[in-house]
């Protein structure tokens, strides 16, 4: 079914908490009403589909069309050791890792207690603690608007990549509905505890002896550690990338920091990633405020709304505040992982 409300309040549809409203909020629960779905957003001058709108901000109210997907089923199609999931797109990602892991079936673990739904979790190829969406997704279901039809991508032509895959490319947006994803877990023992946190909490045990709902758990409690919770902090969890740098740019920032240590990851490409949090850290961020919005304490890469007041220009000003700290001091320049509508 199609439901169509004019003139809706957007609070509950975005995790920064905003109060903007839409001109008409449209949501279906079946890849088949998407065309008529499109029709009826026609009317609008424009519009956008979300998920559960944690990764967005709201910089004004939308004079459009919000979208979005009510289905959340789950199919499974067993194999030998693997199992193939066609899960819909408006699934709760944190849902799906939960299912998933409980039934002793391995992927997903790592991506446990990330806000969002899984077509928006493909899209931005969400990822946390060495695991990405991309790396399960074996074929994607979305509807293209230029063609008025449902194509299949296989994983090798999402272009998955930091944060980011074909769907999101600059050509492409708005182009395509990601409704349905198949993603392939196993039944075997695969855990992926490399990154340094999660190898701390296993230290010792023998890899094959874990299960990936213990995984899931370590994973939540890490998270519970360091970042907001999302029910009760709006934010949008990280708000900025982590730049991904040449070389020279990175000893350059080495120069820069005076004795400190710089953290960073080497990258298959010759380039190096620097942790944007350890960027906004030295510059005294860290659980600063600018205004109602405030840098988290246990993680300075997150700006949140902690008491519900901050309007779309306090998030963007404290940005803007950031970004030119990091700027000034370091030279490198910051980009929001988050999407402004
Ligand atoms: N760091 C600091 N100060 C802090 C926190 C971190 O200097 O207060 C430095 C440390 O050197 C630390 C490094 O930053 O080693 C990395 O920190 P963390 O492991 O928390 O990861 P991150 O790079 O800051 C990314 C993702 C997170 C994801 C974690 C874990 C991005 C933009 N963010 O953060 O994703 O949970 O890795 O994999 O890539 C999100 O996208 O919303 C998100 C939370």
Redesign the pocket.
Known sequence: MVSTIDNYDLSEHNTFGMKVRCARFLEYDRPQEIPEVLRLAAELPRHIHIGSG??LLFTQDYDGAVLHCRAKGIKYMDMIDRVNLVVDAGMKLDDLVRITTDQGLWGLENLAS?PGEVGAAVVQN?????AEMGYRAMDVHAFDKQLGDTLYFPQWDCDFG??TSMFKAPENKGRYIVHTVELLVYKFPCPNIE???LKKVFEGRDPKSLTPAEVRDAVAAI?RD??PDPAVVPS???Y???PVVDREVYDRVVAAASGLTL?HYDMENGKVKI????L???CGW?GKSLGPATVWH?????ITNPDRKAQPADIIALERAIAASVLERFGIELTP?VEKV
Do not use: T
């Open positions: 944690s990764n990330i969400a990822g946390a603690y060495g930091y944060r990154y340094p946190a998270r360091k970042l949008a969890g990280s900025f990338k982590n953290p942790p944007a949090a350890w906004i850290e030295q860290k246990n993680q300075p890469l997150v992982e």
